[in-house]
């Protein structure tokens, strides 16, 4: 059928943004469906910035993770995008980038690496480490109880990942088994 699409040019929806904040609040909400909401997202299958979007793997408070192929390196890249919802609230911008900082600083073998970051889309991404495999709650929910010695290797793994963070003065304050 017919189709009528309405472009709003990055530079005035800038502008608009600055001067109309709570209509700006609407438009972030709406791209913030598209991108890692909703049940297609819009970025699966893209193609920027050197990644190819392979499909979201998750959402978080503030974030969309996306699994990607990294061009230049051929590897497979976990992407963490802010989500759109917090693109005009610098206290969530400070925060994402501090994020980054930490991640960016950290040296361990329990520990995704990150491997860059950069802009798009009016938000932030983290290039990070794609750690493939099933979740700690995928497992508990497929197995039930662990037997003793899987229980304490895993549990030797996050105890080693947090001593170093806590040796950082860096809290982790969403642990969760999934």
């Known amino acids: 059928t017919p189709v009528r699409a309405l472009v709003l040019p990055v530079a005035d929806f800038h502008r608009l943004a600055r001067n109309e904040p709570s209509l700006a609040a609407v438009l972030s909400r709406l791209t913030a469906r598209r991108l890692g909401e909703d049940t297609h997202d819009a970025l699966s299958g893209k193609i920027f910035h050197g990644h190819t979007i392979r499909q979201r793997l998750g959402r978080a408070g503030m974030a969309v993770v996306y699994e990607a192929d990294e061009a230049a390196t051929g590897r497979r890249v976990a992407l963490k995008m802010m989500s759109h919802r917090f693109i005009f609230r610098e206290e969530a911008k400070h925060r994402f980038q501090r994020e980054a ?9 329990n520990i995704a690496r990150m491997f860059g970051r950069f802009e798009a889309f009016h938000t932030f991404f ?32 996050l105890a080693s990942a947090l001593d170093y963070a806590h040796g950082r003065r860096v809290v982790h304050r969403d642990l969760k088994p999934s």
């Open 101 to 109: 900082d930490l991640i960016e600083s950290f040296d361990h073998q």
């Open 126 to 157: 983290i290039v990070m480490e794609f750690c493939d495999g099933a979740s700690l709650d995928q497992i508990l929910a497929g197995l039930g109880r662990l037997a003793l010695p899987d229980a304490r290797r895993i549990l030797g793994q």
